[in-house]
C-alpha cells in the first residue's frame, strides 16, 4: 500500500474545508490569517528543517503533513484547537490509510503544537512548532485599519522580513526578524512572543540544536 503524501493530504476535501472554515471564522474575530497559505508554508518550513538536518525521508514528510494540517481545529473552536484538531487529524488520516503509527506520529505533533498546553517532544513536533511560531509577516493582518490595530496586528504588520536559517555545523537554528520600530517596539514583541521565542528554544534542543533570536540586527536569544 502506498503512504499518504502531503500532496494527498493537500487535495483532501475535508482537510481543504476545514482549514477554510477555520481561517473564515478567525477572520470574522479578529485574528490574524490561517489560511492555507499559512499550513503550506508551515509544511514547507517544517519539511526544511528535519531535511537539512538529515532525518529520514519519512519522517521529512510526516513533519510536512502535521505542518499542513496543524491548524484544522480552528474550524471547531480558536479555544483548544490543537487538541481538537488532532481528534480530526487522526479521522481523517486514518480513513485516508495511513498506518497508525504514523497517524499517532502525526497526531501527537498537532495536539502539542499550542503554547498553552504544548511542548516539543520529537523531531515531527519540534519542527512543526518551530515553523509555525517564526511565521510572523505583514500580509497575515487581515485588518487594514492601523488605527485600530491590536498588539498581535501591530507585531505582524511591523515584520519587514522573517528568516528562518538552519546552521547543521554549528548547531543553530537562526530566527532573524526585521521590525518597523515605528509600528511596535521590541516590548510588544515579546509581550506576546516570548514564550513562543521560549517554546522555540526547547524545539531547537529537541533537535539537539541552539535557538538564536535576533531582532533588528541584534541578538535575543
Excluded: W
Excluded at 18 to 47: C, P
Amino acid at each position: 500500500m502506498e503512504k499518504v503524501t502531503v500532496k494527498d493530504v493537500v487535495k483532501n476535501e475535508y482537510v481543504d474545508q476545514l482549514i477554510a472554515r477555520g481561517n473564515e471564522m478567525l477572520g470574522v474575530l479578529g485574528y490574524t490569517e490561517h489560511s492555507k497559505i499559512h499550513a503550506g508554508r508551515v509544511s514547507a518550513t517544517a519539511g526544511r528543517i528535519l531535511k537539512q538536518l538529515d532525518y529520514p525521508k519519512r519522517q521529512i514528510e510526516l513533519a510536512r503533513i502535521a505542518g499542513y494540517m496543524h491548524d484544522v481545529g480552528n474550524a471547531v473552536n480558536r479555544h483548544d484547537h490543537a487538541h481538537s484538531g488532532a481528534v480530526l487529524v487522526f479521522q481523517i488520516l486514518r480513513d485516508m490509510g495511513m498506518e497508525p503509527a504514523e497517524v499517532a506520529a502525526v497526531v501527537s505533533a498537532v495536539g502539542n503544537h499550542d503554547e498553552n498546553t504544548g511542548t516539543a517532544f520529537d523531531p515531527i513536533s519540534a519542527a512543526l512548532i518551530l515553523a509555525d511560531k517564526t511565521d510572523v509577516r505583514r500580509d497575515r493582518v487581515r485588518n487594514k485599519d492601523m488605527s485600530t490595530f491590536d498588539i498581535h496586528d501591530r507585531v505582524n504588520y511591523a515584520a519587514k522580513s522573517t528568516e528562518l536559517t538552519v546552521n547543521v555545523e554549528k548547531k543553530v537554528i537562526h530566527l532573524d526578524i526585521h521590525l518597523d520600530d515605528e509600528i511596535c517596539s521590541m516590548l510588544d514583541y515579546f509581550e506576546i512572543f516570548l514564550e513562543r521565542m521560549l517554546m522555540c528554544r526547547r524545539a531547537a534542543e529537541v533537535l539537539g540544536s541552539r535557538f538564536k533570536l535576533t531582532a533588528n540586527g541584534s541578538k535575543v536569544l
